[in-house]
């Protein structure tokens, strides 16, 4: 089932001065519980794309359908339910509500959604049971470590149960055992909940437990790579 | 939740928000204070000029506002005072009146002088007058004699057991002559009724003007200042189809109220100026606080928040600063005015002699008027909801990816 599609998406930034070609003419599809890295050097658009996919910013000329339905051109406000809906962001700095603590972080997106109370609290203590902060669910992200805050922006991400998770170099600040740590609960709710994910990477851990890798070069894809299961668990 | 994030937000940067609401503290502060005493003394000089002169209400003939003369009396007796205590309950005193203008002489002069005919036991319970005489009292024995304000009895070189000549025009133009004896000098607070007044027994007023069981003014006042209109109303319409009109005291003393308003415009115009200071710095903080946040707004945003919804908390954050600093103002400075309202700051030298001259008490009275406290209020929500409109048009008018980014 194709949760993500684009059809000649293409980005170019400053048109009448200097264009610079974010994306071109770029066509993917991604199908549900897809586990995918979106790889290249800096500038080869990986963030672009991801940012186009998630409906944050808006291309030239193409379009992205999500779950069949064609996000280019939604008005704002639709925009903002939809993304609320069905896509889910986990960010290179976090990015959590710093006033609010584990659990109230992930019950707000709930909330967003107008989720009864009783259902919102046991989602949200079962998903940091989940990323492993049972115990840190009343600490604010100035109390917890980069792994941690990362964890709360993972479970925030799948509080309001989106059809995907777009993911911006997720393991950039992290140390390799913090890194690994969110890597492995990813990997287990892609696995064993069939939660798709698509991230933005340099890191080779990363792209080492992808299972297909779209490499970008000057906006194009340049290769996009299918990786058996096993070879990804080796 | 939402009041939740607004609340922890402010206190995000706790010095900061701490010197923003002290702001405000202080500007409501000192402008209920700067209103306080303006007013204090405005209700001090308004509470003499209607026990001496026109009480809260007054009813008239509906012809004695453009002809003020004794033709223009109306009856007055103990059934139309029975009758008005029965139907109206928030009615505390009646005091009928007799006003005419007279000359008043001795043996070598004469002056213009103002005649009251009052029923001295009424009028005492409603403005203490016998408190205020100097010398003498007021009627003898047989409820006869007259009382001179003090500037009148200098004037004519008169004293207590002298007699005085009063020569006038009675009602239809009956001649009006008599001679009393004087039985006391009053102090009248009123420095232009001091100078004129001459009070007569009210019977005796009414027999010298021919005016028999007449009237020209009858002093209604309510429990409570804040019932003039309320009474008024209701007067109005029992008399609604008789020749009486029924006067609340703003439409007696329109020159007072003009006065009050000219003596408030500084006060006023100061605490537009102390506002705008205090608003400028409201604004500087909620601008901080909105621009480091454009990072997270851009986030919320990306991950569902609408922008109404961030607006509505923005919203909170500005009203919570605005509301901590307006009730802690209003509480310090009822505090304070209630503290000066009990002991009130007493003059001395020149100013003491110069407030006493116009029959004053020597001291600064604050005024305790509620409404002082809460348009305090009112105004800090306006300036909040200018102060308001930057973070609104920012996150309306926000680029996510920009703001993710910043």
Known sequence: MIIVETKNLSKVYNPDTVPVHALRDVNITIEKGEFTSIVGPSGSGKTTLLNMLGGLDKPTSGEVMVNGEKITGMKDSRLIDFRLKNIGFVFQHYNLIPVFTARENVSFIMLLQNRDKNE??????????????????????????????????????????????????????????????????????????GVTFIFSTHDQRVIDRARRVIKMVDGAIAEDTLISVEAANQ | MYLK??????????????????????????SVFMQSMNRGSHEMILDNML??????????DYRFESEPSLDNSFPFGADFEQNLYEK???????????????????????????????????EHAFNNLKDRLKEGAFFDSNNQGAVLGEGLARRLQLGVGDELVLLGQGRFGMSASGIFTISGIIENPIRDLNNQVVYLPLEEAQYLLSADGHITSLLVNPVSDRHTNSVTSALRTEFENSELIVKPWPKLLPELLELFEFDLATPRLLTVILYMVIG?????????????RLKEFGVLLSVGMRREKLALVVFLETLFISFIGVISGIILSWLLIFYFHLNPVELTGDAAEAVMDMGFDPILPMSFASDQFYTQGFFVFVIAMIVFMFPLIKILGLNILEAARS
């Not at chain 1, 964890?151 to 390799?176: C, G, M, Q």
């Open chain 1, 120 to 193: 919102m609290m046991k989602r949200t203590d079962a998903l940091l049971e989940q990323v492993g902060l049972g115990d840190r669910k009343d600490a604010r992200p100035k109390e917890m470590s980069g792994g941690q805050q990362q964890r709360v922006a993972v479970a925030r991400a799948l509080a309001s149960e989106p059809k995907f998770i777009l993911a911006d170099e997720p393991t950039a600040n992290l140390d390799s055992n913090s890194a690994m740590n969110l890597l492995d609960i990813m990997e287990r709710m892609n696995r064993e909940e």
């Open chain 2, 51 to 60: 026990r001496f002169s026109t009480g809260y209400i007054q009813i008239q």
């Open chain 2, 280 to 292: 400028f710095g409201f604004f500087g903080t909620i601008l901080t606080m909105t621009m480091e």
């Open chain 2, 88 to 122: 109206h309950h928030r009615i505390e005193s009646i005091v009928p009146r007799i006003e005419t203008f007279m000359l008043a002489a001795n043996d070598y002069s004469t002056r213009g002088a103002v005649i009251f005919g009052i029923d001295i036991e009424k």
């Open chain 2, 5 to 30: 994030l607004a609340w922890r937000n402010i206190w995000r940067n706790r010095r900061r928000t701490l010197i923003t609401t002290s702001a405000i503290v202080f500007a409501v502060i000192a």
